[in-house]
């Protein structure tokens, strides 16, 4: 069945991303005299987006050139560009993380100190992408199982939204030690990591959508 090709093409790229919010933790928590890093971990990661869109690529020529009925064609595209659109907010994060720490805003203690916070927020972030791996090489087969993994996903993703309102809170609380630069930098973070838990929500919902059109 060419749905659960594609399915488990997207689990692979989903895979990438776990491994690039491991790598991402890591620059996040990097330990001041190992932070010369950071610039590696950053391409690591941008090595894993470039794998991505290479899956990318062969997804959408699957759903263009497979047997995928009409009904799902749309779909389906949508479905990859959220699956994409997690390993490109992380590629996102690995660089403003990188450029934080080579500009030396992490001399900053309230800097670092948030950088924990956002690994804390991530964490629970690699635990939704994780569900969806599941969801997305169990999704034809266990139909049950994926509404469950579905449930899952909402939930790590209402977790990181009140890690993010509380992370907000702080930026703003210690805005007069953070200048306007640094400031900019963690908000743009914080807003990056949410956008991912979103996108796996969406990508979550989505693929039952799918699953439930294929067993209609």
């Known amino acids: ?13 989903l895979r990438l ?10 620059e996040l928590t990097l330990e001041k005299e190992r932070r010369y890093e950071v610039e590696s971990l950053a391409s690591e990661v941008m090595a894993l987006e470039k794998r991505g869109d290479e899956i990318v690529s062969d997804v959408v020529r699957e759903i263009s050139h497979g047997a995928v ?9 949508v479905l990859t560009d959220l699956v994409d ?4 907010e992380l590629y996102f994060i690995a660089m403003e993380v990188s450029r934080g720490r080579k500009t030396g805003l992490d001399v900053n203690p309230v800097v670092n100190e948030v950088y924990e916070d956002l690994a804390s927020m991530l964490s629970v972030a690699r635990l939704a992408i994780e569900r969806l791996v599941e969801l997305f090489t169990s999704a034809l087969k266990d139909r049950d199982r994926a509404q469950k993994i579905d449930r899952d996903v909402d939930v790590f993703e209402d977790r990181v939204d009140e890690l ?7 930026i703003y609380a210690n805005k007069s030690q953070l200048d306007h630069l640094s400031f900019y ?7 990056a990591i949410d956008r991912v838990v979103d996108a796996c929500e969406d990508a979550s919902h ?3 959508s799918v699953i439930s059109s294929i067993f209609g």
């Open 185 to 191: 930098h963690l908000v743009e973070l914080v807003k």
């Open 164 to 170: 993010r309102n509380v992370v907000m809170d702080k």
């Open 206 to 208: 989505l693929a039952l």
């Open 85 to 88: 659109d997690i390993l490109d």
């Open 1 to 13: 069945m060419v749905e659960q090709k594609i399915f488990e093409m997207l689990a692979e790229h």
């Open 69 to 77: 009925p009409p009904m799902l064609y749309g779909d389906m595209h």
């Open 17 to 26: 991303s776990v491994r690039a919010t491991d790598i991402v933790v890591r």
